[in-house]
């Protein structure tokens, strides 16, 4: 499955960090780290959340200031106060977090910062040399197109048309893949192979370890800001081993689901309608059920209406037409704080905004839905000692790694983040728990954690509609399976069959299926 | 209760209001918000009329106003860009000290001294074309000529020059401005002295053109608000500001025509026989500034008016999570 090209000694290293050191308040990020980079390689950088992966290149690309330690590019050794200085030596970054401005055209996100044109925009002229750097290298994109209205992938593009647009040689790719398509990916990998045959370098941040195994030519571990494995090369690694090296233990990747027989409905939907924040038609007539002591996985290509349902059963969108019965009590367009009262536990896609206060402390988003009874609120006030004691006990249980329960979660790393998510919607014996992406972004330490918690509910009694564009997760956690396209439900899938999901993902009723199926056969 | 004069005198006083919606446009294009327009208008106002009252010339009245109103605009840009404070605290105590120093300094003004004023002109053949030449071209201050040149100008600017497309970025997306290498603290200060530059002008534009003279804070009498709701209600967009300007304006006129005639369209006008409709009338606009802004805060409405992303937020490089 992949091409690795043998690792040769004495090749041209163009990046050299040594001894970096970076200190955050109450977090070590980067303690002591090596890092080189050869040219034309393409060389993975794996670690659990908060093992300072970012960190180490947003000091790369001038970004942060490293407390010390020193890079050398090409041979120089180099010192970046802002990140225009490190664009200046052929260093670009794609982040994490997209970097663009969503108003502005694609042609405009990519000549930002630059010094030619000049002083008038002259748009269209650009926007031609643009097409043809992405046709060259197989990022095809309409630049005249606003970046809000492009797709995550597309967006994706224009991040990398960026960099290469500024001529850059060392390119740092934080995550891209954590939010393609199965199909964009393959042809992700072909570009990142066209980059790196025309002498381009490549930093290469996944928690994806098959696909580490895939592409990458060189592997650097690093766990708890300290580089566990330099460099090393993936040729006869397994997917077990990597993670091994990240974690720090063995991780169990097969799932035990122990069989359960599902008791009654606890979420009903009944014919449900709703618009989307454009004010488009996103649910058209949507009935599922979930069950007592099961998962049920919502299948989909991203923005078919996911999101809406996930929002409209947890009384976060109004429904247009339909009803939404929860455990037996009908409760349509009521406020969230009934649908809660209801035992409904919300685990939302944005994380940052919706899952969360950034800015409030650990201890404060672990009482957001338990703030208004006893034990945390006995009468007009709030128990300040509950609310430690709280924050205390879930930190432990959930294993959640903060410097204290008063630091702010906008500073815990992405897995951290889920876990409190977690700890609070669960804490509270959720009957029915709407499951949106819960591991997207998460390392593998983490995602089992995260897999193990939701089975954990099932078993205690919990229905679970699971949201996820990763199919492999859905077929291993769910009992039974929905696809929706395009707003409407196009059946239900109890057998894993994969292909048939497919054919409904691309918007093929299940009907429509089985009556193809049936002329096969007969 | 000539339309033809609303609209002329409308045009007039609107120019005022067109500075200052210009200059917070251009601060809060950058993401920077700005409630101290009235403050910095009082204070261009002041320094307008007494530069000029003691060196004769009103041009040189005029560009003190306008260093004044940039100068006391960068307390802000300090406290908000360079502290990190909130914008709009600091904005409403700009406009205290603005109107403080304003008042303190213009104690010994003599009310409305007779001082040489920025001429008024006509222009030939435009004068003639009907309806549009006496309202725009006929006996009009020449700021009110700098003010049809500055909006194309503005317009062009921003949506279609380089530096005006990092001025967009930094308001929409600071930190992917800042990963690109546009500096967004020099950006943010710069644009905010802009700001200051058209409020003091707007400032010098009452005091030495429109309502000549100076009459403490009843020169500028809450028109800096006004033009607060109107960078709103322009959607951050130069052409809309002139039309939502130009339209005050002549409002602010109808309201002071409609209380003369005895009678009105046939009938007993009830604006001249009840002075409090009077009263509310003079009221309307600044009941237009609350709601747009009470609507401005509303944040679907934000994204729907297409307000700057990054609006009202101070940027820090480095934090996560915002
Ligand atoms: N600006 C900051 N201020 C304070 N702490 C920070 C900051 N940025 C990162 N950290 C902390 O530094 C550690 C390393 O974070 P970093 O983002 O580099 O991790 P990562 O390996 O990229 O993780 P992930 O896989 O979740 O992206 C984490 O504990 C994080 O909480
Ligand atoms: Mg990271």
Same mark, same amino acid.
């Given at each position: 499955m992949s091409d690795h090209r043998p690792v040769h000694e004495n090749v041209e290293e163009v990046v050299q960090m040594l001894g970096i050191t970076k200190q955050f308040p109450g977090v $070590?990020?980067? &303690?002591?780290v090596d890092f080189t980079l050869r040219k034309g390689e393409i060389h993975a950088l794996l670690g659990e959340n908060g093992a300072g992966k970012s960190t180490l290149m947003n000091i790369l690309t001038g970004l942060y200031k490293q407390d010390s330690g020193t890079i050398t590019i090409n041979g120089v050794r180099r010192s970046f106060a802002s990140p225009s200085q490190a664009i200046a030596v052929g260093i670009g970054m794609v982040h994490q977090h997209f970097m663009l401005v969503p108003t502005q055209t694609v042609t405009e996100n990519v000549l930002l910062g630059l010094d030619k044109p000049g002083f008038h925009l002259n748009l269209s002229k650009y926007d031609k040399a643009i097409q043809n750097l992405g046709e060259q290298m197989g990022l *095809?994109? &309409? *630049?005249?197109? %606003? !970046?809000?209205?492009?797709s995550v992938g597309e967006q994706q593009r224009v991040e990398l048309i960026k960099v290469l647009y500024r001529g850059a040689e060392i390119l740092i790719l934080d995550e891209p893949t954590a939010v393609l398509a199965p199909v964009e990916i393959e042809s992700f990998f072909a570009t990142l192979r066209r980059m790196t045959a025309l002498g381009k370098s490549i930093v290469f941040i996944s928690h994806k370890l098959n696909e580490v195994l895939q592409i990458a030519d060189r592997v650097t571990v690093m766990r708890r800001g300290k580089v566990t494995a330099a460099g090393v090369s993936p040729a006869g690694m397994t997917v077990r081993d990597l993670a091994k090296l990240m974690v720090g233990r063995e991780v169990a990747f097969d799932i035990h689901k122990p069989p359960l027989t599902p008791g009654e409905i606890v979420l009903d939907t009944d014919g449900v309608e709703c618009i989307n924040d454009k004010g $488009?038609?996103?649910?058209?007539g949507v009935n599922i059920q979930v069950r007592k002591n099961e998962i049920v996985g919502l299948a989909g !290509?991203?923005?078919?209406g996911q999101r809406e349902l996930a929002e409209v059963i947890t009384g976060l969108r109004k429904c247009a037409k339909g009803k939404i019965i929860l455990a037996g009590d009908e409760v349509t367009n009521q406020d969230p704080r009934s649908f809660i009262n209801h035992g409904i536990s919300h685990i939302p896609e944005d994380r940052h905004h919706v899952g969360s206060a950034?800015? $409030?402390s650990l201890a404060d988003n672990l009482i957001m839905k338990s703030y208004s009874h006893s034990p945390i609120a006995p009468g007009w006030t709030i128990n300040n000692k509950a609310v430690d004691k709280n924050a205390t006990d879930l930190r432990q249980e959930y294993d959640i790694a903060s *410097? @204290?329960? %008063? @630091? *702010? !979660?906008? $500073?815990?790393s992405g897995g951290n983040l889920q876990k409190v998510i977690l700890a609070r919607e669960i804490s509270g014996q959720p009957a029915v728990m709407v499951a949106m992406q819960p591991t997207r972004g998460l390392d593998v330490g983490a995602i089992e954690g995260v897999q193990k918690l939701l089975l954990k509910q099932r078993e205690a009694g919990a229905g679970i509609l699971l949201v996820s564009e990763e199919l492999e997760e859905l077929l291993a956690l769910s009992d039974r399976i929905y696809v929706i396209y395009d707003g409407k439900i196009m059946g239900e899938v109890f057998d894993n069959d994969v292909e048939k999901i497919g054919l409904m993902m691309t918007g093929t009723p299940l009907e429509k299926i089985n009556e193809m199926r049936g002329v096969e056969n007969a | 209760m000539d339309p033809i004069i609303i609209l002329q005198a409308g045009v007039a006083t609107g120019t005022v209001l067109l500075f200052a919606t210009l200059g917070g446009i251009f601060s809060e294009r950058a993401g920077v918000m700005q409630l101290g327009l009235e403050g910095m208008m009082l204070l261009g106002a002041m320094t307008a009329f007494s530069v000029t009252v003691s060196t004769g010339n009103p041009w040189l009245g005029l560009l003190a106003a306008m260093l004044a109103g940039g100068l006391l605009s960068q307390i802000h840009a300090f406290i908000t860009i360079t502290l990190h404070a909130d914008q709009v605290v600091s904005g409403l105590s700009l406009t205290f000290v603005g109107t403080g120093i304003a008042l303190v300094f213009g104690e010994t003004l003599s009310k409305a001294g007779v001082i040489s004023l920025i001429p008024k002109i006509s222009v030939p053949v435009l004068t003639n074309i009907p309806v549009v030449g006496p309202i725009f071209f006929t006996n009009q201050s020449v700021l009110v000529y700098i003010g049809y040149a500055l909006v194309p100008l503005a317009w062009y600017y921003i949506y279609h020059t380089r530096p005006g497309m990092h001025l967009r970025a930094v308001g929409e997306q600071p930190s992917a401005a800042d990963s690109l290498g546009i500096n967004v603290f020099r950006t943010r200060y710069f644009y905010v002295f802009v700001c200051g530059l058209f409020s003091g002008l707007a400032g010098a534009t009452i005091s030495l053109a429109i309502s000549p003279g100076w009459f403490s804070e009843l020169t500028t009498a809450g028109q800096g608000w006004i033009a607060i709701g109107l960078v709103i209600f322009s959607q951050w967009d130069p052409v809309r500001a002139m039309v939502g300007s130009y339209t005050f304006g002549a409002l602010r006129r109808l309201v002071l025509d409609i209380q003369g005639p005895t009678m009105l369209l046939g009938m007993r006008n009830p604006f001249y026989y009840n002075p409090y409709l009077g009263i509310f009338l003079t009221m309307l606009p600044y009941a237009f500034t609350i709601f747009v802004l009470v609507l401005g805060s509303y944040s679907a409405a934000k994204k729907r008016l297409g307000a700057p992303a990054a609006l009202g937020i101070p940027y820090v490089r480095g934090e996560r999570g915002l």
């Open positions: $070590l990020a980067n &303690d002591n *095809p994109i &309409d *630049p005249a197109n %606003k !970046v809000w209205q492009l $488009l038609p996103a649910l058209r !290509v991203a923005g078919n950034p800015n $409030l *410097p @204290t329960i %008063k @630091t *702010p !979660v906008r $500073l815990l | -």
